[in-house]
């Protein structure tokens, strides 16, 4: 095998061709052209051979070159690749920019990294950083360049005339763009989408902790849910209805509107129809301004509740369904909302269990944040990026198991379903 990589360092073919021993692999295999060419490319395609010599290809989007020659992919859902790596690490990944119609062809070994492992951390942030955190990332599968071969589409040769817009144009034709757009274009809002109301208060804004910014709605738990949503092949519409300072049911005598029951009724006539509400209160009912306790909280939620239910929506529409989603545990709290949140800690015991009660008794879903994430240590109330990427990932596969036990329309879920 070794041979043949050599081999290739003495081959006539006129196409661009490196290589080098794979005990030497060489960072410079990956030149400012190939790194473009990469960086270009929306998918690759990983070739793998298993143990028994069956070849494996299989698409990946989640990649990139390290800056230090070599190439690094996302396992997110690649079991086969992975296993059949473990078996035998040479690899081949195909590069194609389909508009340009060029890409280069990579071979070489591969290792896969896992978490804990030397490496795993440092190559993560990098796919991290370029992909987003809504997306789990198993393992890194590395691979260490031996030979970088350049693919040109046969109408280089064929059609040597047409210049590089020329090709794009055709590809444009030929891959059928506008089409794909205009399908796209038109369905955007399809009249069928499910509608989902985020109904929440500054955990769902996205405040990002001490300070007076907010989360970009990919990055906060409404954006990561529909986004996973869609990935999970149920494409939803969110709707968010996000307001500071929101209690259950009580006013902030300092600020007007606070008040979670004010306007809700009309707040579901305007976005109807729905398919689900997710109530996300609680937190702001233990500030310091008021003396309630979690039970006392927990009735706010029944009112908000009851009050979603009267909401006089539109002849045929359905009464949505509601997901009561309990804050995660209240720590004390630290800088600028310090003096806001005096003792809420201690006041909010036994929050969860009283609107999981609340919930039970309403017959609505129930979801406990505090199950999947804690407050952020910086600020003690709201949530960091990471904790909001858990928290929408988990509200999605509990949102998804709604939908598909309601019917297409939005009624209630059956009682034996509730937990
Ligand atoms: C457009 C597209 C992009 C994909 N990107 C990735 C990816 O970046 N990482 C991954 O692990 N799987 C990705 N997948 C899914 C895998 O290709 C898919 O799960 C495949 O069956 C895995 O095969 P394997 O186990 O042989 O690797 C992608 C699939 C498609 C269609």
């Known amino acids: 095998m070794e041979n043949d990589v050599e081999e290739t360092l003495h081959t006539t073919d006129t196409r ?38 069956t070849p494996n290809l299989s698409p990946k989007e989640a990649f990139l070159h390290d800056g230090q020659g070599r190439i690094l992919i996302a ?62 990332i198993h393992s890194i599968i590395l ?76 990055k906060r738990w409404p954006g990561v849910m529909q986004r996973a949503l869609s990935e999970l092949g149920v494409p939803v519409r969110v709707i968010e209805d996000c307001l500071n300072g929101r209690r259950t049911a009580w006013e902030d005598p300092f600020k007007p509107g606070r008040n979670g029951l004010v306007g809700l009724e009309q707040t579901i006539e305007i976005n109807s129809p729905l398919s689900l509400v ?29 009050s979603i239910r009267r909401a006089p929506i539109e002849p045929g529409m359905k009464t949505p369904e509601i997901l009561v989603v309990a804050p995660p545990k209240i720590q004390t709290a630290k800088g600028a909302i310090a003096p806001k949140f005096v003792g809420a800690e201690n006041k909010a015991a036994g929050l969860n269990a009283a609107i999981q009660d609340v919930a039970r008794e309403a017959g609505c879903r129930f979801f406990d944040a505090g199950s999947v994430t804690e407050t952020s240590e910086i600020d003690g109330v709201h949530l960091d990026e990471d904790q909001h990427v858990r928290l929408g990932l988990a509200l999605a596969a509990e949102v998804k198991r709604i939908i598909q036990l309601s019917s297409s329309d939005g009624v209630r879920v ?6």
Not at 39 to 50: D, F, H
Not at 111 to 136: R, Y
Not at 147 to 167: H, K, M, N, Q, T
Request: charged share 20%.
């Open 278 to 306: 997710i109530v996300a209160l609680g937190t702001n009912d233990f500030q310091s301004v008021h003396q309630l306790d979690a039970w006392q909280s927990a009735q706010g939620m029944g009112a908000i509740i009851s």
């Open 143 to 218: 691979v260490e360049p031996a030979e970088v071969v350049e693919i040109i589409a046969p109408s280089y040769w064929l059609f040597p005339d047409s210049g590089p817009l020329d090709r794009i144009r055709d590809s444009l034709d030929s891959y059928k763009v506008a089409d794909y757009r205009r399908r796209v274009l038109s369905q955007e809002v399809p009249a069928a989408a499910l509608q989902i109301l985020v109904y929440g208060d500054s955990l769902s804004w996205g405040v990002i902790p001490n300070t007076r910014q907010r989360f970009e709605f990919g």
């Open 16 to 53: 661009q061709r490196h290589a080098f021993t794979l005990e030497q692999p060489m960072p410079h295999l990956i030149t400012s052209n190939v790194a473009e060419s990469i960086e270009s490319s929306v998918l690759c395609w990983l070739a793998t051979v298993s143990e028994e010599g």
């Open 75 to 136: 396992n997110i859902a690649s079991p086969v690749s992975v296993k059949n790596i473990a078996a035998h690490d040479r690899v081949c990944v195909s590069f194609v920019d389909v508009f340009v119609q060029k890409g280069y062809k990579v071979s070489g070994r591969a290792t896969v990294l896992k978490p804990g492992d030397s490496g795993f951390e440092a190559a993560n942030s990098m796919l991290t950083e370029s992909i987003g955190t809504a997306f789990p």
């Open 414 to 419: 059956p009682a034996e379903h509730l937990e």
